[in-house]
Every structure is written in C-alpha cells, then in structure tokens.
C-alpha cells in the first residue's frame, strides 16, 4: 500500500489515512508530494470499500506551505506553462468526504490543502494563514478563495495582506475550523469522525457533499432546487428504506450502500 515516498497511507477499517512525511521540511508541498496526494486520494475515491479520508501532517506541521526551495527559481513561463498547482485542483473531484486533521503550521499551500478538504478539524496548537505575501505571491492553491468563502472578507484580507497567522480558536470562531480538540486526540477524533461518515451509506454521503457544495457555486434559489431534487432521489436508494425502517423499529440501520 505504500508505494509512495512523502506520504503515508493508512487504512483504519472504512476510513482511508494519508499522513503527509516530509519532517525535514515541515511537511512542504513539493511537486512529488502533490502528484503523490492527489494518486492516493483518486486511489481511495476509487475503492467502494473506502467511506471517508483523513488528511494528516505531524504534530509540528500539517503543512508549511508549497516548496519554497523548490518554486525560488522557476520564471513566469514555466509556472504558467507548466499551470503550476493545477494538479490540486483534482482534489476536489473527489467523491468520497475528505477530513482534514490539522495540528502545528498549515500555512500557505498547507492551509490551502486543508481547505480543499471537506472539513478541518484542528489541534489546539494549529496554526493557519496565507502568508505567501511575505514571499512576494499571492496564495496559489484557491487561498484567496476558499478562505474568503470560509470566514468572509474582513478576516481573509486581514491573512491574505498583513500574511499573519491565526490560531485554532480565531480558526474555528471565524468558521475555518469545525472544531478543535486538544492536540493529543486529534487523531482519534478525526477518526471517530471519518469512522462516522464511513459508516452512513456511501452514495448518501456523496449525495450530502455534492448539495453543500452546490452551495458555493450557484444562487440559493438554484442550490435549494438541486438540493429538493438530489433529497428526491435518496428514495429509490434501499438505504433510505433501512434508514427510516431502522428509525421506526428502535434499532441500529444497516446500510448497503445502494
Ligand atoms: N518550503 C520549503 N522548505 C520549508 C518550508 C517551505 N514552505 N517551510 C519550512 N521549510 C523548511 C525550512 O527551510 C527548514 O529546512 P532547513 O532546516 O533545511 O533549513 C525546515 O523546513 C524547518 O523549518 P524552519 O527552520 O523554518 O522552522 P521554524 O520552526 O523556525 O519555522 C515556519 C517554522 C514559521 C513554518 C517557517 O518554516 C516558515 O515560515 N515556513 C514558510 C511558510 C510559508 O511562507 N509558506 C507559504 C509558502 S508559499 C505557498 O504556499 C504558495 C501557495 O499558495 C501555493
């Protein structure tokens, strides 16, 4: 399962578990660790025995942004050639809900990464922000987008312009962070979560990510009609009749998936 050299992967039942392994750079987005996250989360997304993936770094660093050393040189035209982060992108293709456990740094690419994932769960120690401003950039990985969506204007520009860091409690008051836990569970409690979400019916899950994510692309009145629609459909699924069947009959539903 671990064919890959700056990440490992875990599988902890349903839930799959990619922990980010660069220590020596605070777990730095090179271009090796990009291609490797996005193989693994597409490898997962893939398996039907995969309900849920968590996102991990260290206790130190979720991660400390994109590869400086390896960006320093490169010129215009081959980041705009190359389109330079692209590949990130298809994470958010994935079907499968995605945790973020974020402890210590997740700074610049590193917050970005957290944000592409469905929800961020934080260590009491994690410490986010988009301080490419300080490098002479901007945010790369839909910083400037994501944040903005995630805690507003006032607070993303306030990140995005002065490059600071804020931490877990600011993260979760300013809506970033779903919640924070002390640092020495947070893998547990990322699991538990993960564990949760796997053990609904995968096609209903998929179908609760698609609508809220609706949200962000589309007007209300749209976003409420897909939603009307996709919650129609959760009918001709068997899951819906055991959920509701289980509900009435006072016991624990079993869900096929289908
Ligand atoms: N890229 C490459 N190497 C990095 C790195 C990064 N983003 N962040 C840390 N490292 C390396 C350091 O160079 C250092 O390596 P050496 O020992 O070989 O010098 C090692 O990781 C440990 O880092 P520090 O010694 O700096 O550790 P610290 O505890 O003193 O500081 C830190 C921690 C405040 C996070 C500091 O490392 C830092 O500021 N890192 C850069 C943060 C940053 O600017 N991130 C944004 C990157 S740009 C980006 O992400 C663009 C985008 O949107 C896509």
Known sequence: MNDFETILLDRHGRVGVITLNRPEALNALNSLLMTEVVAAVEGLDHDPGVGAIVITGSERAFAAGADIKEMQSKTFAEVYTDDLFTQWDRLSAARTP??????????????????????????????FGQPEIKLGVIPGIGGSQRLTRAVGKAKAMDLCLTGRTMGAEEAERSGLVARVVPAADLLEVALE?????????????????????????????????FERRVFHSTFA???????????VEKRAPKFVGG
């Open 193 to 225: 979560a993960a564990t949760t979400i796997a053990s609904m019916s995968l096609p209903i899950a998929m179908m609760a990510k698609e609508a809220v994510n609706r949200s962000f692309e589309t007007t209300l009145a749209e976003g409420v009609k």
């Open 98 to 127: 995605i945790v973020a456990a974020v402890a210590g740094y997740a700074l610049g690419g590193g917050c970005e990464l957290a944000m592409l994932c469905d929800f961020i769960i934080a260590a009491d120690t994690a410490k």
């Open 237 to 247: 699924t068997a899951d819906q009749k055991e959920g509701m069947a289980a509900f």
